[in-house]
């Protein structure tokens, strides 16, 4: 803030030091002096109407007093008025500093010293001056007082500075009009009676043929600096952060222009706004993750003029979202080797790569699959699913069987208590039954692990057809440990078969 | 008796010095009285005969002898016996007057001048002799057109008015 303000303070002083100014040299349009005789005392002198009042240019202009000489009466109050056509000072301009300045002498010098002052002055006709506009002055003071005792030259200027009443009531759309009084006059102080003195004090009028010696109106002013076509500098260190999800954070740095005023904003070029001289950032929020926004600048100052460089930087903000929850099924978990198996993926929170194992040394990072198993046995599946937020692992143990699928025997029989016929000539034959169905089945692997099972099906002809390989886990009531209540169904097959071998 | 005849003479030779001591008294506040003037111009007066003729108004009739006048000059080029240098001059149609762009030195330092300086109505005459005749008691005034020189006196005139300084310079051409 301190380093703001300072560089404010520096910026004002370095543009109001350098302020330029003009100077106008005005000669009165019209001047004349004021002369009154009312006769009487000093108030009735000062304030009376006159009767030899007007302007005439055929006498230097005179601002001065006497006493009469045999009615010792004051007598004759002389003032001088000036009208300055001050329509040549800019409508726009700032008048900085004015003076008066008059050539003139004293004369008789009978009354002794005093001042002299400019005053305000009304004529009705600043154009033309009028015996009538005698009493149109007013006693405000618009300049410094001025001791009679230096116009001791007639060929020297003595200057009047105008004080800032002055200043606002010259008038810069016409004529200003100033009297220059005695202070006596003004402040209407009488000066001390001395009966039958004079005190007259003449100054060169306007029509005094050495413009070197005329009156004149001196007026300092400055104007309005050219209007200003320069834009200010393009911003700079334009930078960004996508630090949060959906967001972008745009800074950059102002330029140093004084007269820098905003800097205008696109937005993948639409309007976005116009941001503030002291603005250095932009936060744009609710972003599609994943998606590039561009920034595009320009700056502008107070008075409209834009920088048509633009200044443009795209960034990409991220999306907001989750960990995965890795999942996956199969289209099937026991299979015959050499077949495959469709794994599809189910994770949620929208992975973005996935990683398989299935237990035979391969993987894949394909989202769904179809994978060959060419081993038997039991197989873990894992699968893990990950994105911007995260991984997640799915690990299934034993989820697949892998058989080898041996092919069953020639012959499907089926177990019939009147008409029974056997294949036997296999040892891996074993007559089982289950709760609802009399058959055989057949080992083809150790320990009972997985058979064939031959069934008889309900139909009005039964006919012995090979089923499913049997998983022992699901058909655990016909393996054959848990076949040993049915003892005497074996006792009794075996019995039959021996029958009819011998018969 | 030869101190009577002293007072006497004393008496005598002092009257004169009183009378003249209150002659003014005696004489009464007088009418301010001037005395006649008389102008004589010297050389053509083609600007006077103008103004006169009143053939155009008056700003345009000066504008245009000051602009004629001055743009004979080489610039920048310094009054002659002062240290003021005129660097260069713009007549304004619109307002009628022409402005100076001056710098100035008094005893070699720089005077604050305000640069350009305007003058209205632009100056074309200067006297160049007064004498009274004080046979015919009048004063007798001789005047010559000259712009050039009647600018570089109000020049000079407000050269002199200004302090030491830094000259600034106004920001309109």
């Known amino acids: 803030m301190i380093t703001r303000s300072f560089l404010c303070i520096l910026l004002f002083v370095l543009l109001v030091g350098t302020v330029s100014a003009d100077t106008l040299i005005i000669n009165p349009t019209q001047d004349g002096f004021l002369k009154r005789e009312p006769y009487g005392t000093w108030v009735n002198a000062r304030n009376g109407a006159g009767s030899d009042s007007g302007f005439t240019n055929s006498y230097n202009l005179a601002a001065g007093l006497r006493s009469d000489t045999t009615e010792n009466l004051w007598q004759v109050m002389s003032r001088g008025a000036y009208v300055f056509n001050t329509t040549l000072i800019p409508d726009d301009a700032t008048i900085t500093s004015a003076k008066i300045g008059v050539t003139g002498y004293r004369q008789w010098s009978q009354i002794g010293y005093y001042n002299l002052v400019f005053t305000g002055f009304n004529p009705s006709n600043p154009s033309s001056l009028a015996t009538s506009d005698y009493n149109k002055f007013t006693d405000t003071e618009y300049s410094d007082r001025v001791n009679i005792s230096v116009f001791s030259s007639m060929d020297t200027h003595y200057n009047f500075t105008l004080n800032s009443g002055a200043l606002s009531y010259i008038n810069k759309t016409g004529n200003s009009p100033f009297l220059l009084r005695q202070s006596w006059d003004v402040d209407n102080s009488s000066p001390v009676w001395v009966s039958g003195k004079l005190e007259y004090f003449y100054t060169n009028y306007n029509e005094n043929v050495d413009s070197t010696l005329r009156p004149f109106l001196e007026i300092t002013y400055t104007e309005p600096p050219p209007p200003d076509t320069t834009p200010p500098a393009s911003i700079t260190n334009l930078s960004n952060s996508t630090a949060t999800c959906q967001e972008i954070n745009w800074s950059w740095t102002n330029p140093v222009d004084a007269d820098f005023n905003h800097t205008y904003v696109l937005k993948d070029n639409v309007f976005y706004n116009n941001l503030s001289n002291t603005t250095t950032f932009s936060l744009w929020q609710n972003l599609t993750g994943g998606q590039n926004y561009t920034f595009s600048s320009k700056t502008v100052d107070t008075t409209g003029n834009m920088n048509e460089t633009w200044v443009n930087m795209t960034a990409t903000p991220t999306a907001c979202g989750f960990t995965p929850v890795a999942n996956f099924i199969a289209n099937a978990t026991s299979i015959c080797i050499n077949e495959t198996v469709f794994f599809n993926d189910t994770s949620t929170n929208i992975p973005t790569s996935w990683y398989w194992m299935f237990g035979d040394n391969t993987t894949s990072t394909d989202q769904n699959l179809t994978h060959l198993f060419n081993t038997t046995g039991f197989f873990n599946i894992s699968l893990k699913a990950t994105n911007a937020f995260g991984n997640d692992w799915e690990n299934k143990t034993n989820y697949i069987y892998v058989d080898a699928c041996t092919p069953p025997p020639s012959g499907c029989f089926f177990v019939n208590l009147t008409n029974i016929t056997v294949d036997v000539s296999s040892v891996d034959w074993e007559i089982t039954q289950d709760l609802a169905t009399w058959g055989v089945r057949y080992n083809i692997s150790e320990n009972w692990s997985s058979y064939y099972y031959c069934i008889l099906t309900p139909t009005p002809t039964p006919i012995p057809t090979w089923g499913p390989v049997i998983n022992p886990s699901t058909e655990s009531d016909i393996r054959p440990d848990n076949l040993i209540g049915y003892w005497w169904v074996g006792a009794l097959i075996v019995g039959i078969i021996v029958v009819f071998r011998k018969w | ?173």
Do not use: H
């Open chain 2, 1 to 173: 008796m030869r101190k009577l005849a002293a007072i006497l003479l004393i008496f005598c030779l002092t009257l004169p010095l009183v009378f003249a001591a209150d002659v003014e008294d005696l004489l009464g506040p007088e009418e301010e009285k001037e005395i006649p003037t008389r102008y004589i111009y010297f050389g053509a007066t083609p600007i006077k005969d103008a103004l006169t003729a009143k053939s155009q108004a008056p700003e345009t009739i000066l504008k245009q002898a000051t602009d004629t006048t001055m743009k004979k000059e080489e610039y920048p080029y310094t009054i002659e016996k002062t240290e003021i240098k005129i660097i260069k001059f713009r007549c304004d149609d619109k307002m009628g007057i022409c402005g100076y762009w001056v710098e100035a030195t008094r005893g070699g330092r720089e005077v604050q001048t305000n640069s350009p300086i305007w003058i209205s109505p632009p100056p074309y005459e200067v006297v160049i002799s007064e004498v009274y005749d004080s046979k015919v008691n009048e004063n007798v005034v001789t005047i010559k057109e000259d712009p050039k020189l009647a600018v570089e006196r109000v020049l000079q005139g407000y050269v002199d008015r200004q302090p030491l300084g830094e000259a600034t310079v106004g920001t309109k051409e």
